[in-house]
């Protein structure tokens, strides 16, 4: 059977390479795959390149990384052979980001209600009308009280919940195909990040919205997500459904990751840090790998 789609998947990254000018490698042969209405999080410790692949995605890398090989491809569409101009609207049209910051990531001198209706209008051709409409019924469905008086406030006049409530909505706003979530709680209180991670579960189940989620915590790994991919200085150490990595992990990073997860040993409180050697294990075992790829490119 033949389909009209080039691709099954919403998302498709196939061997991503990131480096810096000095030619070092951030992210290594970092491949993975999302499908439409499937959670895939993206965990592993600081520095992991968690946030880097989830830029890389969005085209909004800093100026001094480079994609140096390999394919991004969204809904069929391989961003990497655009012209940064169709790129930037292609992945304006079909994506939203919710942010780690909510505060960094609000327009601090607009009021909020301009700020989730501008891109409805500008970027996906919407009415006024229609956006407005949108942005108040969105509002209402991250439980903001009172949407009229929230949309004529500026950002400083709200709590961290809140501003992170109207994120979601505006990221949920113009039905994304893909939406990148960067550790969207890790700014807030614990109380307020149950109630968002519960928010963006349902709103991404009723959606079918398919989310690339980042966080470095395996408690939030095992509530939201149906597919996992654990990195480590920038390279796949294992990629797999959520409940087949709590069960039988097979990566001995990802059972230290789990180990070391507060919440998830609550019960035992036999939770441990990843072990020194297994990471100075990990990290010259990619010194090698990284030495023999340099080696090819030489070649
Ligand atoms: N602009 C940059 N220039 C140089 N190195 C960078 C830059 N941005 C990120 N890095 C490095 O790339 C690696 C991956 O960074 P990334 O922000 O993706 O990590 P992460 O897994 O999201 O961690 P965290 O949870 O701390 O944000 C890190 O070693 C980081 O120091």
Known sequence: MTSTHPTAQTLDIIKLNVR?????????????TLKPGEVRALVGESGAGKSMIGKAVLGI??????ISEGEIILEGAHLNAMTPSTRRKTVAKMSSLIPQDPLTALNPVRKIGPQITDPLIRIHGWSADRAMKRARDLLDRVHIRAPERVMASYPHELSGGMRQRILIAAAFAPSPRLIVADEPTTALDVTVQKQILKLIRELQRETGTAVLFVTHDMGVVAKISQQVTVLFAGRVMEDAPTQQVFEAPSHPYTQALIKATPTLNAVTKSFSPVPAELIAELHSDIAKIDAAYDAGDRA
């Not at 810096?20 to 993975?32: F, M, P, Q, T, Y």
């Open 20 to 32: 810096l000018a000095n030619g070092r490698r951030l992210l290594r042969d970092v491949s993975l």
């Open 61 to 66: 890398l800093p100026n001094n990384l480079d």
